[in-house]
């Protein structure tokens, strides 16, 4: 088993962060993990937080409405509209904080997903561009780093089951 990749790097002069991930599993796995709603929901959240989607339609013009649960059930809901796919390749969505009535919050952030195989091993290239270094800065204080580690690596625990 070789060491896989794992970089994160934030560029607070674009209002970007960057994350790089490999994946000891077929491409079409990893992208099944990231696109349907019964994958995202066993990992799509740091432990002992839990997703949970209300509703999901995986096409261009489409959207995710979900929340990450605590284990008090406090309920953080969030909206992902999908931009644009090309299936097991590439997908681009605006991600927004919503209430539970699916109002969104004012600013968001773009998530770029791109997915390569080599030999087995299947790369996720994401990039998040926030609209404000406001809402970059809200991210990183809420934890996002820590807690999107946390996230990929039950993912990485999940591909392995």
Same mark, same amino acid.
């Given at each position: ?48 937080? *839990?997703?949970? $989607? ?5 096409? =261009? ?5 979900? &929340? %990450?649960?605590?284990? #008090? +059930? ?49 790369? *996720?290239?994401? $990039? ?5 270094? =406001? ?5 990183? &204080? %809420?934890?996002?780093? #820590? +807690? ?14």
């Amino acid at each position: 088993m070789t060491n896989l990749l794992f970089d994160f790097t934030v560029d607070k002069s674009i209002n970007s962060v960057f994350i790089t991930k490999e994946f000891d599993a077929e491409l079409s796995l990893v992208w099944d993990a990231f696109t349907t709603a019964e994958m995202l929901d066993q990992w799509w959240a740091p432990k002992p937080w *839990v997703s949970k $989607t209300k509703k999901m339609d995986f096409k =261009e013009g489409g959207r995710r409405f979900y &929340a %990450m649960v605590s284990p #008090e +059930g406090h309920e953080g809901w969030q909206i992902q509209d999908y931009i644009s796919i090309n299936p097991k390749t590439h997908f681009k969505y605006f991600s927004v904080f919503a209430d539970k009535d699916e109002n969104p919050h004012p600013t968001g952030s773009t998530w770029d997903l791109n997915f390569s195989e080599l030999d087995g091993i299947t790369t *996720v290239r994401i $990039t998040i561009h926030n609209e404000s270094l =406001e809402r970059m800065e809200q991210m990183i &204080a %809420m934890g996002f780093q #820590e +807690g999107f580690t946390m996230t990929l690596n039950e993912l990485e625990t999940l591909l392995k089951s």
